[in-house]
């Protein structure tokens, strides 16, 4: 399993941007895997937000945040990004990356027992 630690997150005002990052904390690197982004608002389900294969091509993002966010990732950095851009206040939410792999139902996590401890992400209208 790979570790991560989330960080970059904060409070802006909509319209505003932020990038959060996504790092390698401990055990196998995640440059040998797909990564993805998702997110927590409060009373609601987890969700997926992006995801980026290994060699960075297609990536794919939820219909909320196409246009407005970009994954990206930096192999030899075992670190991976969400330039996060036109934010609205119903983005706010724990942001969370994850290894990821595709199934019927689209991307979901590699192991749904294994997170990292997020980043809040608050946006004020």
């Known amino acids: 399993q790979v570790q991560v630690v989330e960080s970059g997150g904060g409070l802006v005002q909509a319209g505003g941007s932020l990038r959060l990052t996504c790092a390698a904390a401990s055990g196998r690197p995640f440059n040998i895997f797909a990564m993805g982004w998702f997110r927590q608002a409060p009373g609601k389900e987890r969700e997926f937000v992006a995801a980026?294969?290994?060699?960075?091509?297609?990536?794919d993002y939820a219909d909320s945040v196409k246009g407005r966010f970009t994954i990206s990732r930096d192999n030899a950095k075992n670190t991976m990004y969400l330039q996060m851009n036109s934010l609205k206040p119903e983005d706010t939410a724990v942001y969370y990356c994850a290894e990821v792999a595709y199934g019927p139902y689209g991307w979901v996590p590699a192991d749904f027992d294994n997170w990292g401890q997020g980043t809040q992400v608050t946006v004020s209208s």
């Open positions: 980026i294969t290994l060699g960075g091509a297609n990536p």
